[in-house]
């Protein structure tokens, strides 16, 4: 409970904040009455502001400068090792009713869980300070600009922030003058330091609660320092909260990458990609094309707002300003305009390894390896160690306008138009590499059965196959069904002749011999080159009982080194395999009950009826 001193301290908090908005001021100083904090720092997201924050969490221990000549300006952090990816076991969806909440996401009654998140943030920011970011997830200048405020006890935080989203004072003096709705994301480490206490370099909690009140817009994320948990802009916001958002004012919110694409003739398309965390959104983002003529320009690489648009188009935008990309596997051969962008420095690296010479390394990152590395756990660390170096969820966090393939698109506030939507996962067999849908609702199907392998983003056994829907498992807001319904009805708010044309990819099926049946990364622009010439009609397809495949001679494989036997792996619909999708995926159905639209159902039985034929 807060003591009158306290109390007292709030309301000098206030009185001396940037800001007379009294919508933000009365948040503000609740949570400084609950949490009580030693003081309160409003974010102004100037670069002085955040060096001086970054050489206080070198003081603490949480930041090690890294050698200027390797990544200028840049740090790296170490969490705790039981806080490094998304709890989803710990995240939930508190609507008011339970089926609002649907069978993906975990529930609990509002009310009850208020009271229990205010039992944990009561005291919560003892010993610290208590940071007001105001931040805007989209552009300033949009037609409906997306405001928060976040709340937090950790510096870690406010930088990280500093680089995913744009914050700062002329958001906060934008919200003020429009006096905007803001979402209220209140996030605490849970680690309140006592008279006496010394604090440890990543401060979090055991417990951990990653909550979200749709009907009230807001989140409560307790105990976690870990990116997706506690960046509350991202996944709580852009996706979870953002989701609601979308149903109610008819757009959609979606875990996608936007890639621009010019063909040699100069004709240029905007393509946009979901795929579960850890399966390829960052990479082909930022695809270096090996076919010559094609050139690829980013947009964004892991969230996507799509709006109807006044000509009758969607309209794409990348509500974000900069990567939180999983390191392993980025490398200077896989993903050279990554490695360019974040060679620049300004950068934020959790959970990698560190070179002898002050830089970083991951697994993936040079084909040569270390000799003697310090490991993500600062251990000594060697090729014949047994545990990889960096962790397999580590994370580079870089601004994106330091991509030299950034598109100028990219800075549009209302986005562009929409060409064509991929929906990928990690899938060993059964997927092949592309395939494109009949049309919007065979599509709206291929989204609502997408299917990977579980990855390291997520606590949890790695490898197991799920149903992951949009890629949206993690992040859908309120009921799946609905969700899906919600797909369905948002096309009719656009001309049909412009909707999207909708592609299941898959690049990481496996051959006979168990290794990968396509190359994969830069290789991938030859799929999308065929997908391209389909939306132009000049590509061939095999029309099969799931969709239209690419014949052999339709991808362009000048100068790859692919043989036949693999092509065949990468590109095969085998039946007996898709009978046994088929079954899985009824058995993925019958968990929606009454709330899975009957025009997704339909689908389903027409797949059925084309498999067994
Ligand atoms: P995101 O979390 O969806 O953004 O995924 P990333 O792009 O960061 O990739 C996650 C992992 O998948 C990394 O280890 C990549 O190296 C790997 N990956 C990405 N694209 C491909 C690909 O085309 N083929 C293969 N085999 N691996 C890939
Ligand atoms: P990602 O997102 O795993 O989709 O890259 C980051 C996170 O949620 O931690
Ligand atoms: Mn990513």
């Excluded at 002085?48 to 949480?62: I, M, N, S, W």
């Excluded at 909260?241 to 694409?261: F, N, P, Q, T, Y």
């Excluded at 969230?303 to 006044?310: D, K, Q, S, V």
């Excluded at 990554?338 to 950068?347: D, R, T």
Aim: proline share 5%; hydrophobic share 40%.
């Amino acid at each position: 409970m807060a003591n009158n001193s306290s109390l007292a301290f709030a309301d000098r908090a206030v009185a001396e904040a940037p800001t007379s908005y009294g919508k933000m001021l009365d948040w503000v100083k609740e949570v400084a009455e609950l949490t009580e904090p030693d003081s309160v720092y409003w974010v102004d997201g100037s670069q002085e502001e955040y060096d001086r924050l970054a050489g206080e969490l070198v003081q603490a221990g949480t930041f090690v400068k890294l050698a200027e000549d390797k990544v200028p300006n840049s740090y790296a952090a170490f969490s705790d090792p039981a806080d490094v990816a998304r709890v989803e076991d710990r995240t939930f969806i508190c609507s008011e009713k339970e089926e609002d909440a649907g069978f993906t996401n975990n529930w609990k009654d509002p009310a009850e869980m208020k009271g229990i998140l205010k039992d944990a943030f009561a005291g919560s920011m003892h010993g610290r300070t208590m940071y007001v970011i105001p931040f805007v997830m989209g552009h300033l200048d949009a037609d409906d600009p997306k405001f928060g405020v976040e709340i937090t006890d950790s510096a870690y935080v406010v930088n990280s922030m500093r680089i995913m989203a744009r914050i700062g004072t002329d958001v906060l003096q934008k919200m003020e003058e429009t006096e905007a709705f803001f979402v209220p994301a209140l996030h605490s480490v849970g680690a309140p330091l006592e008279e006496g206490d010394t604090d440890v370099a990543w401060p979090c909690n055991e417990t951990k609660w990653i909550v979200h009140f749709p009907e009230e817009r807001s989140i409560w994320s307790y105990g976690s320092g870990y990116g997706g948990n506690a960046l509350l802009g991202k996944k709580c916001y852009a996706l979870r909260i953002a989701s609601v958002m979308a149903r109610d004012e008819g757009w959609l919110a979606e875990h996608m990458l936007i890639l621009k694409l010019t063909n040699p003739e100069g004709k240029s398309y905007t393509i946009s990609g979901a795929f579960p965390s850890a399966c390829g959104k960052t990479n082909l983002a930022l695809i270096d094309p090996t076919i010559e003529g094609w050139k690829a320009e980013t947009l964004g690489d892991d969230i996507t707002w799509i709006r109807p648009g006044r000509d009758g188009e969607f309209r794409v935008v990348n509500p974000e300003s900069g990567y939180f990309g999983v390191a392993p596997g980025t490398g200077w051969s896989t993903n050279p305009n990554a490695m360019k962008a974040i060679a620049k420095g300004n950068s934020i690296f959790t959970n990698v390894a560190l070179t002898d010479d002050g830089g970083v390394w991951w697994e993936g990152m040079t084909d040569e390896v270390p000799a003697h590395l310090t490991d993500w756990r600062g251990n000594d660390w060697t090729p014949e160690s047994e545990t990889p170096a960096a962790h397999p969820n580590s994370r580079f966090c870089t601004p994106i306008d330091q991509t030299e393939m950034l598109a100028d698109e990219y800075h549009e506030p209302n986005g562009v138009k929409l060409d064509a939507i991929l929906f990928g996962g990690r899938r060993k067999t059964t997927i092949p590499l592309v395939t494109e849908s009949f049309d919007w609702e065979d599509g709206i199907f291929k989204g609502a059965t997408l299917s990977s392998e579980t990855t390291a983003a997520a606590v949890g056994a790695v490898g197991v196959v799920r149903r992951d829907p949009m890629a949206m498992l993690p992040f859908i807001g309120y009921d799946a069904g609905d969700y899906l319904e919600h797909w369905v009805k948002v096309s009719g708010e656009v001309d049909q002749s412009k909707l999207p044309r909708i592609y299941l990819v898959n690049w990481f099926r496996r051959n006979r011999d168990g290794g990968f049946a396509w190359p994969g990364f830069g290789e991938n622009s030859r799929v999308l080159k065929w997908v391209v010439e389909r939306l132009e009609g000049t590509a061939e397809a095999t029309e099969t009982p799931i969709g239209r495949v690419p014949t052999p001679e339709a991808l362009d494989l000048t100068g790859l080194d692919l043989s036949d036997a693999d092509l065949e792996d990468a590109l095969t619909v085998d039946a007996e395999e898709w009978k046994a999708e088929v079954a899985s995926i009824e058995e993925w159905f019958a968990r929606f009950g009454s709330s899975l639209p009957a025009s997704i159902a339909g689908q389903l039985d027409g797949l059925k009826q084309r498999v067994n034929a």
